[in-house]
């Protein structure tokens, strides 16, 4: 039981190219078809030249980021082979999370006085205003 279950794996790995996501290159990120578009929007966004997909929609703590990346390759592997999305892709709340906090990170020394008083209290998310800074025409 356990040998199908790491050659299933495996075989599942090497098949959706699996090590192009341990690597920084948003081209991995195309090797799905669904992300197509997310990754053609990038190209002509303002971050193009600054920031890779790995900067804004993974965590900036080191052991954060394997985390997130860990969890977002299991939950989009099963979304992409069982079909279960929602087309245009959108983003989950918890994902929408690691990437305000990506933003804050990035540009701490310009947003510092608009962050709450209190660790985890009320703020507009980033993207409310700036939509269109990592993904161009969305």
């Given at each position: 039981?356990?040998?199908?279950?790491?050659?299933?794996?495996?075989?599942?790995?090497?098949?959706?190219?699996?090590?192009?996501?341990l690597s920084n290159d948003p081209a991995a990120c195309a090797n799905c078809h669904?992300?197509?578009?997310?990754?053609?929007?990038?190209?002509?966004?303002?971050?193009?030249?600054?920031?890779?997909?790995?900067?804004?929609?993974?965590?900036?703590?080191?052991?954060?980021?394997?985390?997130?990346?860990?969890?977002?390759?299991?939950?989009?592997?099963?979304?992409?082979?069982?079909?279960?999305?929602?087309?245009?892709?959108?983003?989950?709340?918890?994902?929408?999370?690691?990437?305000?906090?990506?933003?804050?990170?990035?540009?701490?020394?310009?947003?510092?006085?608009?962050?709450?008083?209190?660790?985890?209290?009320?703020?507009?998310?980033?993207?409310?205003?700036?939509?269109?800074?990592?993904?161009?025409?969305?």
């Amino acid at each position: 039981m356990i040998g199908a279950f790491v050659g299933l794996g495996a075989f599942t790995f090497g098949y959706g190219k699996g090590a192009a996501y341990l690597s920084n290159d948003p081209a991995a990120c195309a090797n799905c078809h669904v992300m197509q578009s997310a990754f053609d929007s990038w190209q002509h966004s303002g971050h193009h030249h600054v920031a890779t997909c790995n900067d804004c929609h993974l965590a900036p703590h080191p052991i954060g980021k394997w985390i997130v990346k860990a969890d977002n390759g299991f939950f989009h592997s099963l979304a992409f082979t069982t079909g279960n999305f929602h087309e245009p892709i959108q983003i989950k709340p918890r994902n929408r999370r690691v990437t305000q906090d990506a933003c804050v990170h990035c540009h701490r020394d310009f947003v510092h006085e608009m962050l709450p008083a209190t660790r985890g209290g009320d703020m507009l998310d980033c993207i409310h205003c700036h939509r269109d800074v990592g993904h161009a025409q969305r």
